[in-house]
């Protein structure tokens, strides 16, 4: 009976700290990440799709850090992903007039 009191007491304890690291440190992360990925996607999918530039020449456009975004292409879609695909966004060329598009999940 006390090692099922402790171990409720520990599952608390570790929830209350779960939830305190995602409200004041992970949450802002995670939205960065997926502002990130959606810009990423779109940006390298007008680049390949649209311009027709290799896929080395579009990632020399952006001006941050975006070694960690990894970008997979299909035939018109472009999958940018981070955290090992945990986040990430798909843009895909649309149409000649339209460009790329985001695609929603």
Known sequence: MKLVKAFAIVLV??????????????????????????????????????????????????????????????ADTVRASVLGGLVSSEARKTGPETGCTLVEK
């Open 13 to 74: 304890v570790l929830g209350i700290a779960g939830g305190l690291a995602w409200q004041f440190f992970l949450k802002d992360q995670v939205a960065y990440a997926q502002i990130a990925t959606a810009y990423g996607a779109k940006m390298v999918c007008s680049c390949r799709h649209v311009a027709e530039r290799p896929m080395e020449s579009c990632l020399t456009d952006f001006t941050v850090d975006i070694s960690q975004i990894t970008f997979d292409e299909t």
